[in-house]
């Protein structure tokens, strides 16, 4: 079985150099933690710790909030510069618990800007392993699949930005805006200067030297953190811009830099709420990893993002024709799982070792006829290797799921699966 995450041979010290300055507990040194009926996690940071580091995720408590609820990360004794923390093993509804550090700002609250690193970020040490993979803008998405310890060094925090030498600066933003379509659909700046908390700061109407109508604002922000101009909410106000094809695409976010002014014109875009993309009937082809047996599903904004069958073609491929809106997303998921957690990844091999991301959304653009090729061997399914992924949907398959010995398997015509898509003897 391949390991998730191999990130050690990408070390900036070697793991003995690492040991030696650092030493790393063992699972038997976390004796005072429950293991066995919750999650343990026990991490080194590389960069700077100066405030409290707290867990957000999915569990009851926190609901991915920033607010005091979450569990606050204590110093494990006798180990210098690690910190440890136990967190419930599920969410709400029962699904592996998702959580992630986030280092507090200088003034104690939290922000996204301030969490730990992406997936490069993170070094397997000791323990179980878990499930790490691309989040949005330098983010980490993190999952902990079952009660145990999990043990790892984070080399840095998101885009390196750390708080304990954050210096808020002041920042006038200028913009040329789209015409809203709605009283309720006013332009703001939001961002990690005021964790993203809506609607942000509403710009303000003034000229410029020809006459035209230009918006600004003054925040005070780090530089490196993100923000984004957008019209008060993200339903209706998320700020639409042309790619290169001209199909409009949502806004990514934008880093406050050296420059204290920044100018930006919107005037090609359009408020989320004021835009009727085009809508087209697609053709969309895909060749899926050969890992497993595996049926595609494709999901997006079209459907809102609920499974919709691909029918499966003598050459191996899967096809599917959906009715969705030009620029809008979409991906691909194993109909037996019914969610994110067997999608297509990308593999990244370095000096031997894999890692893993999710496949970025695809987007419905121009060409009605949409034909894709994961196949190959730098593409793989999630459940090829990851561990922990036991509530398989049989019947959404025409499969039976069984249990022996304390094992799930998935039993489809002749052939049995272990829940990672290795075919095993009946």
């Not at 991301?357 to 987007?363: G, M, R, S, T």
């Not at 019947?395 to 990672?420: C, L, P, S, T």
Request: charged share 20%; hydrophobic share 35%.
């Amino acid at each position: 079985m391949k390991k998730f995450l191999s990130f050690v041979v990408a070390l900036c010290m070697s793991a003995t150099m690492f040991a030696a300055l650092n030493p790393a507990p063992a699972v038997t040194d976390l004796a005072d933690y429950d293991g066995t009926n919750n999650v343990v996690l026990v991490f080194y940071f590389d960069e700077q710790v100066c405030n409290d580091v707290y867990i957000v995720g999915s569990f009851e408590a926190s609901n991915w909030t920033l607010t005091a609820d979450n569990i606050k990360m204590e110093e494990l004794e006798g180990f210098e510069g690690w910190y440890v923390a136990e967190v419930p093993a599920t969410d709400a509804n029962g699904a592996a618990v998702q959580a992630k550090p986030i280092q507090a700002k200088n003034d104690g609250t939290l922000s996204w800007d301030y969490q730990g690193g992406d997936p490069d970020a993170w070094v397997y040490v000791a323990g179980t392993e878990g499930n790490i993979s691309a989040g949005y803008g330098g983010e980490s998405n993190m999952e902990w699949p079952a009660p145990g310890f999990y043990i790892y060094e984070c080399k840095y925090f998101k885009t390196h930005n750390s708080p304990c030498s954050a210096v808020d600066e002041e920042y006038t933003i200028s913009a040329y805006m789209p015409e809203s379509c709605s009283d309720t659909i006013k332009p703001y700046v939001i961002g990690g200067f005021n964790n993203w908390t809506a609607p942000g700061v509403l710009m303000t109407a003034g000229t410029d030297g020809e006459g035209e109508t230009v918006y600004r604002a003054t925040v005070k922000a780090t530089q490196g953190s993100d923000f984004k101009v957008y019209g008060g909410n993200w339903d209706t106000g998320d700020m639409l811009v042309p790619d290169e094809e001209g199909t409009m695409v949502a806004l990514q976010n934008l880093q406050f830099g050296e420059e204290k002014t920044i100018n930006l014109d919107f005037t090609n875009g359009s408020y989320k709420g004021c835009y009727t993309a085009p809508t087209h009937e697609y053709v969309v082809t895909v060749k899926v990893p050969t890992c497993g047996e595996y049926t595609p599903a494709i999901i997006g904004d079209f459907s809102n993002w609920e499974n919709v069958a691909m029918t499966a073609n003598e050459d191996g491929t899967f096809s599917a024709t959906v009715t969705a809106g030009e620029g809008t997303n979409f991906k691909f998921r194993d109909v037996a799982f019914g969610d994110w957690r067997n999608e297509i990844q990308v593999v990244t091999v370095v000096d031997e070792a894999e890692t893993y991301e999710a496949l970025p959304d695809q987007k419905f653009g121009k060409e009605l006829e949409i034909n894709l090729d994961f196949s190959g061997e730098e593409y793989t399914w999630r459940a090829c290797h990851a561990t922990g992924l036991v509530n398989i949907d049989a019947e959404k398959v025409n499969a039976q799921k069984v249990m022996i010995d304390g094992h799930v398997y998935i039993i489809r015509g002749e052939q049995m699966f272990n829940v990672v898509g290795v075919e095993v003897k009946k």
